[in-house]
């Protein structure tokens, strides 16, 4: 099934009209113009997951100096492929990635979804319920 799907990092790709709608559908881009998910897109490292048959499927974009930090955002698996273990491939795909898998410290904020990137090292931070981390830096 798998074989099926694909990931690029091609921003010309991207069905921005597309992911706009689900971010804007999210509990957490309600507020986003569409002008703001495009910057969004323009100033961040970009995946689509697309589907041989269905086209786009998913996203996710990283903001990243690709040394000490990157904030990992908008993951999103589109409604009619959720479930299919899409959102672990997006995650593994973009922690391989070359730019992505030395960054010492990677931070994202979820209400929901803790068990998709505790398999790949993020905890909670804190007493927090939205923000988790995975820090590589050595502080010796």
């Not at 490292?45 to 974009?61: E, I, L, P, W």
């Not at 010492?104 to 068990?115: E, F, G, Q, V």
Request: proline share 3%; aromatic share 10%.
């Amino acid at each position: 099934m798998k074989s099926e799907f694909y990931i690029s990092s091609d921003k010309d790709q991207l069905d921005i009209p597309r992911i706009h709608q689900e971010i804007k559908s999210s509990y957490w881009g309600g507020y986003r113009t569409l002008e703001m998910t495009k910057q969004t897109i323009e100033a961040c490292m970009c995946f689509g997951v697309y589907s041989k048959t269905d086209g786009q499927v998913g996203f996710a974009r990283v903001l990243t100096d690709k040394v000490v930090f990157a904030y990992l955002m908008d993951v999103i698996i589109f409604p009619a492929h959720k479930g299919k273990g899409l959102g672990k491939m997006l995650i593994k795909h973009i922690m391989e990635c070359p730019d992505i898998k030395n960054v010492h410290t990677i931070a994202l904020k979820t209400k929901d979804a803790h068990s998709l990137y505790e398999p790949h090292g993020f905890i909670k931070v804190g007493d927090s319920k939205l923000w988790m981390a995975l820090d590589r830096a050595k502080y010796d």
